[in-house]
């Protein structure tokens, strides 16, 4: 999740409802969730696309239902790309993922969307121990 979380941050996490995550106003959440093949696995990854939309990839950058997002917390000029599909439908109880270090992220993009049940929190509050600042 580089630039947002670097190894040695201390992320505090909530639960999160699943009819938290569908609301629109939390597009961009960071959410902890078991991997879809993997399920002992937990990924931190932020929620692009809700229930029920088409996620696009389209000159390096992600189209929700046609319209381009906005992601602030990337840095620079990060271009969105993927190795095999770039559109995807999620259904009624899936939402499409992306890691914000996008060059080498495991997410939707290589597992598709995921069911909404394997979402286990949300990000909280993150500590930034004093020995990482210097």
Not at 45 to 53: A, D, M, Q, T, Y
Not at 87 to 108: H, I, K, M, P, Y
């Amino acid at each position: 999740m580089a630039p947002t979380l670097l190894s040695g941050h201390i992320v505090q996490m909530r639960p999160l409802a699943v009819s938290e995550v569908e609301r629109p106003s939390n597009r961009g959440l960071i959410v902890a969730l078991r991997h879809p093949l993997r399920s002992q696995a937990i990924y931190l990854k932020r929620v692009i696309g809700l229930p029920n939309e088409h996620v696009a990839l389209a000159g390096g950058k992600v189209e929700v239902d046609g319209r381009t997002v906005e992601e602030p917390y990337l840095r620079g000029n990060v271009e969105t790309l993927s190795k095999g599909a770039n559109q995807w439908f999620t259904d009624a109880d899936e939402v499409f993922v992306l890691g914000d270090n996008r060059g080498d992220s495991e997410d939707s993009r290589m597992f598709g969307p995921v069911p909404v049940e394997l979402i286990v929190g949300q990000a909280w509050f993150r500590y930034i121990p004093p020995a990482l600042l210097k």
